[in-house]
């Protein structure tokens, strides 16, 4: 049974800083792309972050390029998003998901197998 579980959300005024874990059971971890999706309130499932199998490459949304950053380390089976200078649209549910795919990082909800439950993430001004 594939289990994802975030954590680390929270509440944080803007500009301050979190990192997101999620750890990863009952697949090969090593043997997936991972990527945060995140989804505010009234909107669409958006991607955030996603890093290959490797770790070798990365690939961010525009909105979040320079405050945050995707890593992974595979012998806990966990992927990270460090984020920084936060600002109150950053605000929503994060999602970590796996995608078997092992090529470049895609970034289309449906590409993706495994999800989290989320976890919540509030920037206040």
């Known amino acids: 049974q594939v289990q994802l579980v975030e954590s680390g959300g929270g509440l944080v005024q803007a500009g301050g800083s979190l990192r997101l874990s999620c750890a990863a059971s009952g697949l090969t971890f090593s043997r997936y792309n991972m990527g945060w999706f995140r989804q505010a309130p009234g909107k669409e499932q958006e991607f955030v972050a996603g890093i290959r199998w490797s770790g070798s490459s990365t690939d961010y949304a525009d909105s979040v390029k320079g405050r945050f950053t995707i890593s992974r380390d595979n012998a806990k089976n966990t992927v990270y998003l460090q984020m920084n200078s936060l600002k109150p649209e950053d605000t929503a549910v994060y999602y970590c998901?796996?995608?078997?795919?092992?090529?470049?990082?895609?970034?289309?909800?449906?590409?993706?197998?495994?999800w989290g439950q989320g976890t919540q993430v509030t920037v206040s001004s």
């Open positions: 998901a796996s995608d078997r795919w092992l090529g470049i990082v895609r970034k289309r909800v449906h590409d993706y197998d495994y």
